[in-house]
């Protein structure tokens, strides 16, 4: 029998690269486990809403002053740990939406019978007195689904306006006509209404009206409005409504488009306006509700 000796330095390799494979074994068995765990790990998605510029309105009644709650920045930035805020507007982190729920209550904005949870564009944080015209123009874009809403009585799904584009009377253009609050019409509405957005705008009775008969809420009356062809149902889609001077352009998943380019969006320059968007819910019926659910949502001027 022939003997093979080994060298001190042959055996100290062998022991270290023994060693070093099993470390290596252990250490890949030890990843293995963390990315089977890390895969068993639900995925938590958050809206694409950047809230500095907006404050909400819910159906809520804020106990410390009795008056329907509204929400400005900053607080609103906290409105995941607001108790009374986040019943009417919370985050679904698995599908990554923005959730606004409106029911009928008695927390309802003057002017209305409707309850709402809907966010206020504020150009300044805080101060609804900065606001824009359309010959400065803006653009507001936003990914959305309705996520559930109630029937009424004849079957039909209650209406939701999901965006609009209210109008506002600056100081001195409601001391002109001697109004007490600054509040103008909504040039534009748009609503999810049996699964289809329908559009709606503003047309001036008169069009030979003065500058302060123009100012008047009842010189304006809705148009015949306008429905997209496509049915979104309750699946997502994108809305995108383009200001300019003179001009309102609203499409559908860039796809579909109704162009206002006419006297009445000419007139209409006289006032100032807003964006407004989330769940303006147009029902009072008993028992009756409706969320929409907000991905993305993005203004810009």
């Not at 400065?136 to 965006?163: P, R, W």
Request: glycine content about 6%; hydrophobic content about 30%.
């Amino acid at each position: 029998m022939k003997i093979h000796k080994i060298s001190l330095s042959s055996l100290f390799l062998i022991i270290f690269f023994t060693t070093f494979s099993i470390s290596c074994s252990a250490q890949n068995v030890s990843t293995d486990k963390i990315e089977k765990k890390d895969k068993n790990k639900k995925k938590y998605k958050l809206p694409e809403i950047d809230l500095s510029h907006w404050s909400v309105t819910t159906p809520e009644i804020n106990p410390k002053n009795g008056k329907v709650l509204n929400v400005e920045p900053p607080e609103i930035l906290n409105y995941a740990k607001d108790d009374l805020l986040k019943k009417n507007m919370y985050n679904d982190s698995i599908s990554g939406a923005l959730v606004f729920y409106a029911y009928p209550t008695e927390g309802t904005t003057a002017n209305t019978k409707f309850s709402r949870s809907e966010l206020r564009e504020q150009m300044v944080p805080g101060d609804n007195d900065k606001n824009w015209t359309f010959k400065q123009g803006g653009i507001m874009k936003g990914e959305l689904a309705m996520g559930n809403v109630t029937k009424d009585s004849k079957g039909k799904y209650h209406k939701v306006i999901i965006m609009q584009i209210h109008g506002r009377l600056t100081n001195k253009q409601r001391d002109l006509i001697g109004q007490k609050d600054n509040n103008a019409p909504p040039v534009l509405k748009i609503s999810w209404q049996d699964g289809k957005i329908r559009v709606k705008t503003k047309e001036l009775k008169n069009l030979n009206a003065t500058y302060e008969e123009m100012l008047e809420t009842d010189a304006w009356t809705d148009d015949e409005g306008y429905t997209f062809k496509e049915d979104v149902g309750f699946g997502r889609f994108t809305l995108e409504v383009k200001v300019s001077d003179g001009k309102l352009t609203v499409s559908l998943n860039n796809n579909e488009f109704k162009v206002y380019d006419n006297i009445h969006m000419k007139k209409w320059g006289v006032f100032e306006n807003y964006f407004k968007a989330g769940n303006y819910f147009q029902s009072t019926d008993k028992g009756s509700s409706a969320k929409v659910n907000y991905y993305k949502l993005s203004v810009s001027h």
